[in-house]
């Protein structure tokens, strides 16, 4: 009997020991399910919200930029033909010159002196023309002496024969001394040339660029001109020379508008236009480009040669259309797409759609807001400046909310 009371009061106590852990536990259980449960509810009922443009109208201009040098509309390197010493240098930097003005004088003490042998043997060429010339004189009136005494028998016909060579050799002979005459004359005109030429004068008004000489310096042009001067026209007219993209080509016409921009002048805008685009393609790391000449005026002088200039050529120029942001275009919603959900109602999964290509058409979809959802439409696209892009196309009209991208996306 005392071993089952013993029994009995073991089994009550652990009874009591189950009851009071029990509770516990079934509260936790509930608490966690109904936290997953508000959890789970919440993130699908999330709604995500969207950063958005308007639907413009305005101008659009498509341009074209490419990067060039500023040159000088006309310049000319000024050299010397002759090899001697510069006794004076006439001009300096940045001097204004006209035609035919001195820039540099070359020592003429060599070449005073070889005018003036050339001029001495001009005169004993010249001297020796007119010794044939008695010559000639001589044996003709001999020839004729003896042509006369053979009528008469008075001279024998080998007598004859010997006057009649000695003629042609006398006619010969000032033939000869004419020529050598005439070369010694070319001779003195090229030492009077040389002469000139050493005196070096600008081949044309401007302005002085560059000077690379000093008086003093020995000049050699034995195997090429030596450059002395670099003379620009006037600088208030200048070409910048940019190198234009093999893919943006197409777009650049002659006569079409440009502006441009220096690091000299920030913040300032230059005109040009575009006077020349040349053929031959020039090719840098695989980069083929096409120089385009753009005509400049700079009337202030602000502008230098040398310097390095940003162009925008404007291809396109398009007044009082509908534009939207590129962004728009390139905008799709995210999608939810759900996995198989665990046992403890597991996580979901998320991917964005890619983004649509153009139809065949042209057309392309962008959204718009409505009721806080991005609703699709259909639009054809046109010429785009890389920020905005022209409608053709679409049920779209000024003022309409873009959707451009998602502020916050559901959990």
Same mark, same amino acid.
């Given at each position: ?16 020991? !189950?009851?009071? +852990?029990? +509770? ?13 449960? +508000?959890? +789970? ?19 659009? /201009? ?24 510069? %006794? ?12 035919g $003005? ?15 042998? %050339? ?31 053979v /009528? ?5 016909q ?11 050799r ?9 020529a050598?005459?005439? $070369? ?11 002469? !000139? ?29 030596? =450059? ?39 913040g ?5 236009e ?55 275009? !390139? ?32 057309? $392309? ?25 022209? =409608? ?16 916050s996306?559901?959990?």
């Amino acid at each position: 009997m005392n071993n089952e009371n013993t029994v009995a009061g073991i089994l009550a106590a652990a009874t009591v020991r !189950r009851s009071r +852990w029990r +509770w516990p536990v079934v509260g936790v259980m509930v608490l966690a399910v109904a936290a997953l449960t +508000w959890w +789970w509810l919440a993130g699908d009922a999330a709604a995500p919200s969207y950063r958005t443009a308007e639907v413009t109208r305005g101008e659009l /201009v498509v341009s074209v930029s490419a990067t060039g040098t500023l040159q000088p509309l006309n310049s000319v390197d000024v050299g010397s033909e002759l090899s001697g010493t510069i %006794a004076k240098v006439e001009v300096d930097f940045n001097d204004r010159v006209e035609a035919g $003005q001195v820039l540099a004088r070359l020592d003429r003490e060599l070449l005073d002196a070889r005018l003036v042998e %050339a001029r001495a043997t001009l005169r004993a060429a010249e001297a020796k023309v007119r010794e044939a010339a008695a010559t000639v004189t001589e044996t003709r009136l001999a020839l004729k002496r003896c042509e006369d005494l053979v /009528v008469r028998q008075m001279c024998a016909q080998s007598d004859l024969d010997k006057a009649r060579a000695a003629f042609e050799r006398a006619r010969a002979g000032e033939a000869m001394a004419k020529a050598q005459a005439a $070369q010694a004359r070319a001779a003195v005109d090229a030492q009077e040339t040389n002469l !000139r030429k050493s005196v070096i004068r600008a081949p044309m008004g401007g302005i002085v660029l560059n000077r690379q000489v000093e008086a003093g310096q020995t000049v050699a042009a034995s195997f090429q001109t030596p =450059v002395l001067f670099t003379l620009a026209d006037d600088l208030a007219r200048m070409e910048l020379v940019v190198a234009v993209d093999e893919a943006d080509i197409g777009q650049v016409r002659t006569g079409q508008s440009a502006t441009f921009t220096v690091d000299a002048h920030p913040g300032r805008s230059f005109k040009a236009e575009v006077k020349q685009i040349r053929q031959a393609p020039k090719t840098v790391e695989g980069v083929v480009t096409y120089e385009t000449v753009l005509s400049v005026s700079n009337d202030d002088l602000a502008l230098m040669p040398g310097m390095t200039a940003t162009a925008d050529i404007v291809s396109t120029r398009l007044e009082d259309v509908l534009l939207v942001p590129n962004t728009a275009l !390139r905008f799709t919603p995210p999608v939810e797409v759900q996995t198989s959900r665990p046992m403890f109602m597991g996580a979901q999964r998320r991917a964005k759609i890619p983004p649509k290509a153009r139809e065949p058409d042209g057309r $392309q979809t962008i959204y718009i807001l409505q009721d806080g959802a991005p609703v699709p439409v259909n639009i054809r696209p046109g010429a785009s400046d890389g920020r905005n892009t022209q =409608v053709l196309a679409g049920d779209l009209s000024p003022g309409a909310a873009l959707v451009i991208d998602v502020l916050s996306k559901p959990k």
